[in-house]
């Protein structure tokens, strides 16, 4: 699987040429263009190895991400046994980011950041718990391990932060970051009134050693923006 990203960083898109009998999993919905011979099939997000219960626990998890986070709880797989290209594009402006998973690390990515994956990373919905919903990200995280291509994206630019200690985030800028990582919500500042007037609210505190990738631009600061121009 040959790969290339393309008219970033503002308006990346991603351009793949498959092998024979290779597969691209990729977010509902992101495809642009695919020659005429690839074939897409959709499924459900749940996870390469889940069992019934497995696969439950992911539509539940997924009806959440849908009604919160407003993202689909299926991905489509892109295959040709003669090869061929597929492009796909994020609904955001944005970069695209490429991960390679080599199997000792898992990275969890915000919902809304996936992009897309080759066939030997596995992929599923991860409940974040009540920290999540209340920090604005949603519910759930898409949970990425494996060995193989992972391609996430991100509102406006991103920047690859190394870790080690304590790291501070505003909930709106976090796109991903490596499982070796632990976070919790905390106030922005030291009192209440930091919280309700600063206009921050809450933020993420990281702490441990590993990757976390970052957005320059936030979209719930978009939509606050935007809303009082549509009344």
């Not at 749940?46 to 696969?55: C, D, E, L, Q, R």
């Not at 932060?161 to 790291?167: E, L, M």
């Amino acid at each position: 699987m040959q790969h290339s990203i393309e008219y970033g960083p503002s308006f990346s898109w991603l351009r793949v040429r498959l092998g024979a009998n290779e597969t691209l999993t990729a977010e509902a919905g992101a495809m642009v263009t695919r020659d005429v011979h690839v074939d897409m099939a959709t499924r459900l997000n749940a996870g390469n190895k889940a069992g019934f219960f497995g696969k439950l626990l992911a539509v539940l998890a997924a009806v959440v991400r849908k009604f919160v986070g407003g993202e689909t709880m299926f991905i489509n797989d892109f295959s040709s046994s003669q090869g061929g290209e597929v492009v796909i594009a994020p609904a955001l402006t944005g970069a695209i980011e490429h991960y390679a998973l080599a199997g000792d690390r898992t990275l969890l990515v915000q919902a809304g950041s996936y992009l897309a994956s080759s066939p030997g990373v596995d992929t599923k919905l991860r409940w974040g718990g009540i920290r999540t919903l209340l920090g604005g990200e949603g519910a759930t995280l898409m949970e990425c391990s494996g060995r193989g291509d992972l391609f996430i994206n991100s509102y406006g630019g991103i920047e690859a932060i190394q870790v080690d200690g304590s790291y501070v985030l505003d909930t709106g800028h976090m796109v991903a970051f490596e499982g070796n990582l632990d976070f919790k919500l905390r106030k922005a500042g030291s009192g209440w009134k930091s919280f309700f007037f600063s206009g921050e609210g809450l933020v993420m505190e990281f702490n441990g050693k590993g990757t976390l990738y970052i957005q320059s631009r936030n979209i719930g600061a978009l939509t606050n923006w935007l809303t009082p121009l549509l009344r």
